[in-house]
């Protein structure tokens, strides 16, 4: 089992900048993907960035160039940098981990960008 806390997220004007966590703690070992998704009001959930154990990234095209994913291993925390906001980032976004057996969801937690 692996248990994935969020933090971070808020309101911002577009042009700002954000970054969330994502901590996770239990069977982090069998963890191979970490990711983020996000849902935007009546879309369904997308995939924005994600990491795996080797270090090897894939963002969306929408959000290349502005967002950046990463993790601190030591702290088994994943981030995303979220540069140059844009009103359409406006979404609940989802920390999102992957083991061989299956996937966890953290909490989400509300990005909205003011225009």
């Known amino acids: 089992q692996v248990q994935l806390v969020q933090s971070g997220g808020g309101l911002v004007q577009s042009g700002g900048s954000l970054r969330l966590s994502c901590t996770a703690s239990?069977?982090?070992?069998?963890?191979?993907?970490m990711a983020w998704y996000r849902q935007r009001p009546g879309k369904q959930r997308e995939l924005v960035a994600a990491?795996?154990?080797?270090?090897?990234?894939n963002y969306a095209g929408a959000v290349k160039g502005r967002f950046t994913i990463s993790r601190d291993t030591d702290k088994n925390t994943v981030y995303l940098q979220m540069n140059s906001l844009k009103p359409e980032d406006t979404a609940v976004y989802y920390c999102?981990?992957?083991?061989?057996?299956?996937?966890?969801w953290g909490q989400g937690t509300q990005v909205t960008v003011s225009s």
């Open positions: 999102n981990v992957r083991t061989i057996a299956t996937m966890y």
């Open positions: 239990g069977s982090v070992s069998t963890i191979y993907a």
């Open positions: 990491l795996t154990r080797t270090g090897r990234t």
